[in-house]
T-cell receptor, first 113, second 114 residues
């Protein structure tokens, strides 16, 4: 079965430090890949998406992600974290024509002042 | 631009009572619509999705049901709520007809069953 793994349940970083959140997906046809962010009590906001082409994609709020087919990964990065980045982050995978999306269990980010 | 609405925002219901959550999308036609549940500290569980009026696919057998009476309206219902139905319910949509479907989410409804 197709699956998405976010191995880190919680991550704590200091403000201004770099960040990398990991996401791995199980083998399948070329996937659509997404990162979402969720603040407490809110819906999910799309940060960025990958469909094809350049494997390094830029998103909102200074985030970027890199698709590595050989590693089945789509890790999210930010060079300098701000306190407002504290939230939960979800990786998701979709496949063309299936109309279904698989989500990871999320990574909760805490930012220390 | 497209907008997705959910109501109510928060709901407290006794066990055994009925439930009706509503989701509507504006600014698009013939969207695919989705209901997810997010339990405390857990990821998103797909409950139902719909590719058109009256077309509902159920992903998880349970005491919930969904209906799509209009193109841009998606309703989640229950005849008798259980304690385990508590959670954060999210509606989402994608446009159809193209190859690059991106899922967008509503603000969510927090349900507490007591």
């Amino acid at each position: 079965a197709q699956s998405v793994t976010q191995p880190d349940i919680h991550i704590t970083v200091s403000e201004g430090a770099s960040l990398e959140l990991r996401c791995n997906y199980s083998y399948g046809a070329t996937p659509y890949l997404f990162w979402y962010v969720q603040s407490p009590g809110q819906g999910l906001q799309l940060l960025l998406k990958y469909f094809s082409g350049d494997t390094l994609v830029q998103g909102i709020k200074g985030f970027e992600a890199e698709f590595k087919r050989s590693q089945s990964s789509f890790n999210l990065r930010k060079p300098s974290v701000h306190w407002s980045d504290a939230a939960e982050y979800f990786c998701a995978v979709g496949y063309s024509g299936t109309y279904k999306y698989i989500f990871g269990t999320g990574t909760r980010l805490k930012v220390l002042a | 631009s497209q907008t997705i609405h959910q109501w109510p925002a928060t709901l407290v219901q006794p066990v055994g009572s009925p439930l009706s959550l509503e989701c509507t999308v504006e600014g698009t036609s013939n969207p695919n619509l989705y209901w997810y549940r997010q339990a405390a500290g857990r990821g998103l569980q797909l409950l139902f999705y719909s590719v058109g009026i009256g077309q509902i696919s159920s992903e998880v057998p349970q005491n919930l049901s969904a209906s799509r009476p209009q193109d841009r309206q998606f309703i989640l219902s229950s005849k008798k709520l259980l304690l385990s139905d508590s959670g954060f319910y999210l509606c989402a949509w994608i446009t159809t007809g193209g190859r690059r479907e991106t899922q967008y989410f509503g603000p969510g409804t927090r349900l507490l069953v007591l």
